[in-house]
């Protein structure tokens, strides 16, 4: 689970639809936590999943972009004998 910096908490208000909420109380209570921890962690986690996706997509686009430049693929063949090559006495390298 991701860690808190308890030490640097920022107050910022959030308005919730009234279900939410209840049902936030409720989960509270049965986690033995604060709504406000609950929805700390919540955040976090959503955050720190959002950065990962946004900086896979960057990723793709700048691998897509230099595919266009060069026109440089690897064959699906020469992947293929690749993996099929992994855990034997006979593993290759990485096409290239």
Do not use: F
Not at 7 to 16: E, F
Not at 36 to 48: G, K, N, P
Not at 72 to 88: F, M, Q, R, Y
């Amino acid at each position: 689970m991701l860690e808190l910096e308890m030490s640097k908490i920022v107050n910022t208000g959030i308005k919730l639809d009234a279900s939410v909420h209840e049902r936030l109380k409720a989960l509270s209570e049965i986690k033995d936590r604060s709504p406000d921890w609950l929805m700390r962690v919540a955040i976090a986690e959503y955050v720190e999943r959002e950065e990962v996706y946004e900086r896979e997509k960057r990723e793709d686009r700048e691998r897509w972009e230099r595919y266009q430049a060069s026109g440089h693929a690897i064959p699906g063949e020469a992947v293929d004998k690749w993996l099929a090559s992994w855990g034997s006495e006979s593993e290759i390298s990485c096409p290239r």
